[in-house]
């Protein structure tokens, strides 16, 4: 006898019914399986088995090609051409960037943090050695840290960043020009007044930018906030073993 199917379709496809009860306060238990976490483990490989070395001043930093090269496209490039001396030797000399700001941002390629006492010395640093090498989301870590911290000390000092660095820091969303706005704004009654001496050197040294400022303060700003939320939980590392064991 023809057995009826009645989860075969007409089609031939199946059609499966299924039951799922949801648990209340549910945990999965798991045990570490592996013996060290990622970033000890590139940790461990960084500090022992380097096949390029940093050196700045008189100092040799140990590192690997292939996490430069992952984290940074200005490395990748250096060390793929081989007309270029670094590729061919493994030695990258630099001479803009002191050997603590260079470990601090070779600990964020190699661990995917960056701790905040680091940041509270070399920020401004590792914020211009980021932007050289292109290290984007240690650079949004920087600008967020640098902008957390804003005061009418450091405001000229801030304009002088954005000045620096343009157009890279003068979006809309940008943690730094949108600090500025926001402590402009908050303290606009002592600020702006005719007689301050500090806004007025501003106006002139930085004209175009204070336009802007007041430009942009005149318009409803929906992300001025946006600065506040944790850099850390926005920037997403990727463990580049593959590239090691590749």
């Known amino acids: 006898m023809p057995c009826k199917l009645n989860f075969?379709?007409?089609?031939?496809?199946?059609?499966i019914l299924c039951e799922i009860e949801c648990l209340q306060n549910s945990k999965n238990e798991f045990k570490e399986n592996f013996p060290?976490?990622?970033?000890?483990?590139?940790?461990?490989?960084w500090n022992n088995v380097p096949d390029c070395i940093i050196q700045i001043d008189s100092e040799k930093i140990n590192a690997h090609r292939s996490i430069l090269s992952q984290h940074s496209e200005v490395f990748r490039r250096m060390f793929e051409q081989n007309g270029m001396i670094e590729g061919q030797s493994g030695i990258v000399k630099i001479d803009d960037?002191?050997?603590?700001?260079f470990k601090a941002m070779l600990e964020y390629c190699y661990t995917g943090?960056?701790?905040?006492?680091?940041?509270?010395?070399?920020?401004?640093?590792?914020?211009?050695?980021?932007h050289k090498y292109?290290?984007?989301s240690?650079?949004?870590i920087c600008e967020h840290f640098i902008a957390s911290n804003i005061s009418i000390e450091k405001l000229h000092k801030f304009c002088f960043i954005i000045y620096l660095y343009g157009s890279s820091i003068l979006e809309e969303d940008k943690s730094?020009?949108?600090?500025c706005i926001k402590f402009i704004l908050a303290n606009r009654n002592t600020l702006l007044r005719p007689d301050n001496e500090k806004w007025k050197n501003l106006k002139i040294e930085f004209s175009d930018l204070t336009h802007r400022f007041l430009e942009s303060m005149s318009n409803p700003i929906e992300k001025t906030n946006s600065f506040k939320n944790s850099p850390f939980k926005?920037?997403?590392?990727i463990p580049p073993l593959y590239f090691i064991f590749a």
């Not at 060290?36 to 490989?45: V, W």
């Not at 960037?97 to 700001?101: G, H, M, N, T």
């Open 8 to 15: 075969l379709l007409a089609d031939g496809s199946i059609k």
């Open 36 to 45: 060290a976490s990622t970033s000890q483990i590139l940790t461990t490989i």
């Open 97 to 101: 960037c002191s050997p603590e700001c």
């Open 113 to 130: 943090k960056v701790s905040e006492s680091k940041l509270e010395e070399l920020s401004e640093d590792l914020f211009a050695v980021s």
């Open 134 to 136: 292109q290290l984007t």
């Open 138 to 140: 240690l650079k949004e």
């Open 176 to 179: 730094i020009f949108l600090a």
């Open 234 to 237: 926005k920037c997403s590392f």
